[in-house]
């Protein structure tokens, strides 16, 4: 069993950052992935931005440049820094980590951009 903690959403102006953690614990061999997905409302989910086991990141064309994944050194707690943020970035952001046994998910945290 493999545990996901999401924490640091809030309510910002446009323009404003947020950090988000996540925390994963459990049965944990090896994380293969963790990556950060977003709902915002009427829209489906989105992946935002991941990294993998050897490090490599990825992010969605309409953050790049805007947020920055990151890792501790146990490579089991990632961050989401998220500057310039704007009201399309409203969303619930969940995070998602991958293991050779389990796919699990956080409970999300609301991350709220007032124009």
């Known amino acids: 069993q493999v545990h996901v903690v999401e924490s640091g959403g809030g309510l910002v102006q446009t323009g404003g950052s947020l950090r988000l953690s996540c925390a994963a614990s459990?049965?944990?061999?090896?994380?293969?992935?963790m990556g950060w997905y977003r709902r915002a409302p009427g829209k489906e989910r989105e992946l935002v931005a991941f990294i993998t086991r050897a490090g490599s990141t990825n992010y969605a064309d309409s953050v790049k440049g805007r947020f920055t994944i990151s890792r501790d050194s146990a490579k089991t707690t990632v961050y989401l820094q998220m500057n310039d943020l704007t009201p399309e970035d409203t969303a619930v952001y969940y995070c998602?980590?991958?293991?050779?046994?389990?796919?699990?998910w956080g409970q999300g945290t609301q991350v709220t951009v007032s124009s």
């Open positions: 459990g049965m944990i061999f090896s994380i293969n992935f």
């Open positions: 998602n980590t991958r293991t050779s046994s389990y796919d699990a």
